[in-house]
């Protein structure tokens, strides 16, 4: 995220969108999908994000763009990681979520390898009795 010298307290879907570098169209289609996602409206009834909207559209941009979860897979993460309730407490949380999605990376990756390490076992086993 870009940093400024003052922190705002809301910022407008167009700054959101330079920050994050997203399209303001995906903002507003995140807002449709993600029920966390959910930025005030000012009385002229344009969108106003705070810096918890922002880190939550980032964590978000993280779990599909480089984690390359699917929307719903992004639902299941962000679910299970912040409660329903919309305290400051559980969605300052948002970091430790990024850990966890690294955790279950691993854990994944960790996975595979066993399979793999069984897989070549079974094919060497399979070669020495073929010959």
């Known amino acids: 995220m870009k940093q400024t010298g003052i922190k705002k307290l809301y910022y407008s879907i167009s700054e959101v969108s330079k920050i994050t570098g997203l399209e303001q169209y995906v903002l507003r289609y995140w807002e449709s999908e993600f029920e966390q996602l959910k930025p005030a409206k000012n009385r002229a ?6 810096n918890r909207d922002i880190k939550l559209v980032l964590h978000i941009k993280h779990l599909l763009r480089e984690e390359r979860y ?4 992004a639902k299941q993460i962000l ?4 409660p329903e309730s919309d305290s400051g407490e559980q969605l300052e949380l948002l970091a430790e979520v990024g850990a966890m999605s690294t955790i279950h990376q691993k854990t994944d990756e960790s996975r595979i390898r066993n399979d793999m390490v069984e897989i070549k076992k079974f094919l060497e086993d399979l070669l020495v009795r073929l010959t």
Not at 79 to 82: E, N, T
Request: aromatic share 8%; with cysteine.
């Open 45 to 50: 009834g344009n969108r106003i994000y705070t």
């Open 70 to 73: 699917t929307i719903e897979g």
């Open 79 to 82: 679910q299970s990681c912040l």
